[in-house]
């Protein structure tokens, strides 16, 4: 959820396949006070071998400063932990503001920030949970478009295929694919 919890700051939840019930896994503190956490998750989870649970906040709060997004896990014990904080410019070289979900293929995390990156446009960046991010592209603004909003598409030789929201040849958004 992007907002509500107990605190307003969006929660990760499940539902049960035999019936209609939902079991709360993780509630997001509220954005203010500034605590070392996400809110206002977006996009989807992906969940990886063990039952760990991957997504994004819009915002986070990274030693009391609010920034523009970060990557969290939940365990299936329950535990929340944010894997990474993106910078707190719109100008940062990795990103900000993550809006799509993330996909995930062999322990690697892959999404797009719409602002920040080298050209403060928009980024493609994959992160390894226990290492820092690596930014694959940084879009531009122009024919290659910028502010990319949805999840990628991983194909099995590696490509990943995403659309932008302004840019490209008209200034209308671009189709995209990174090859590795």
Known sequence: MTEGGSSNGGSV???????PTETT???????NPC?????????????????????????ACDNGEYGYGGVFEVTPTETESMLWFFSASYGGP????????????????????YYGGQYGN???FELIPGSPDMVLYSFT?????GGPTDTLVRDTSG???GTTHNGGAYGYG????LTP
């Open 174 to 177: 671009s189709v995209f694919v």
């Open 141 to 145: 603004g122009g024919g290659d478009g």
């Open 25 to 31: 896994l993780y509630t997001f503190p509220p954005g």
């Open 122 to 124: 928009g980024s493609v």
């Open 35 to 59: 605590a070392n956490n996400g809110y206002s998750l977006s996009g989807g989870l992906v969940k990886d071998v063990n039952d760990n649970l991957y997504g994004i906040t819009n915002m």
């Open 94 to 113: 990795d990103g900000a503001y993550p809006i799509g979900g993330l996909v995930l293929k062999d322990h690697q995390l892959y999404g797009t920030t």
């Open 13 to 19: 939840f499940k539902l049960s396949p035999s019936g």
């Open 159 to 161: 490509n990943l295929y």
